[in-house]
């Protein structure tokens, strides 16, 4: 919420009184529609449009249309969404990812990121995505993953990372809390970067230190991550795409 906030350029108290049905503001869910205050009126200037952000698909809505009223080409916001298989069928209440106003997927910029050396982020991402859609209930007890069975269902992001990590054979260590997943990351030598350098494979800290997820893709710096969400109706977590939010920060191997 206060990333939101942050980003739309209101406080997180006017978010919160314009949000009345979201009774614990340090729980949002991907999907969640959130409303966004006006400003407080006067001369002041409108903030800035955010340079990404997601939209909750509504009735009517096309992809291109989405694009062009955001201001980016549609190629962009195809390669922006590679969770959309058909980008001529977008269901209401999907959430699609906005990438920076003024994407176009010309020459210009740095292109995608490659992924980490030794045990290769592509082998990491691709194990991660071998379990989309997957809810952590049912991941945990399956024995795909070296997942601990009895860490609560809403609260299995760091489970999930490093037991991607662990079978992709990029570190030999398991973690089901965030804080520590970090420390022994930077004990074993990996180390920050921004997001311009994060790449696939990599680890992303959100929230300010409440969750994880692994880098699945950067383009130019438009960072898509995979993990254990809490994006069920009922607050547990399912393996599927995020986005940075709530400082962010990333770790890479050594």
């Known amino acids: 919420m206060s990333g939101i906030a942050a980003s739309h350029g209101v406080s997180l108290s006017a978010l919160e009184a314009a949000n009345p049905q979201i009774s614990n503001p340090n729980r949002i869910y991907p999907g969640q529609v959130i409303h966004i205050p006006g400003g407080s009126g006067g001369s002041a200037a409108p903030a800035p449009k955010p340079a990404s952000h997601d939209y909750t698909v509504r009735s009517g809505d096309t992809l291109s249309g989405i694009a062009s009223r955001n201001g980016v080409s549609l190629a962009a916001l195809e390669r922006a969404n590679p969770q959309i298989s058909n980008p001529n069928r977008i269901s209401v209440g999907q959430v699609i990812h906005i990438p920076g106003v003024g994407s ?54 760091a489970n999930f990372v ?6 992709a054979g990029a570190i030999n260590f398991h973690s089901d ?78």
């Not at 997927?105 to 995608?112: E, F």
């Not at 995505?129 to 795909?144: C, P, T, V």
């Not at 940075?244 to 920060?249: C, M, S």
């Open 162 to 167: 490093t037991a991607v990590l662990q079978k």
């Open 104 to 157: 176009t997927g010309g020459t210009t910029g740095p292109g995608p990121v490659q992924g980490s050396s030794g045990a290769s982020g592509s082998k990491v991402v691709d194990l991660a995505k071998q379990f989309l859609g997957r809810n952590a209930s049912d991941l945990k007890h399956s024995g795909q993953l070296p997942m601990d069975s009895w860490v609560s269902s809403d609260l299995c992001c």
């Open 177 to 254: 809390n965030v804080s520590e997943t970090a420390s022994k990351l930077q004990a074993q030598g990996w180390h920050k970067v921004d997001a311009a350098h994060a790449k696939p494979g990599d680890v992303c800290i959100l929230n300010n230190g409440d969750h994880v997820e692994l880098v699945a893709s950067n383009n130019g710096g438009n960072v898509q991550l995979i993990g254990s969400n809490n994006s069920n109706a009922d607050g547990t977590q399912k393996v599927g795409y995020g986005h940075p939010y709530g400082g962010a920060w990333y770790l890479t191997p050594p």
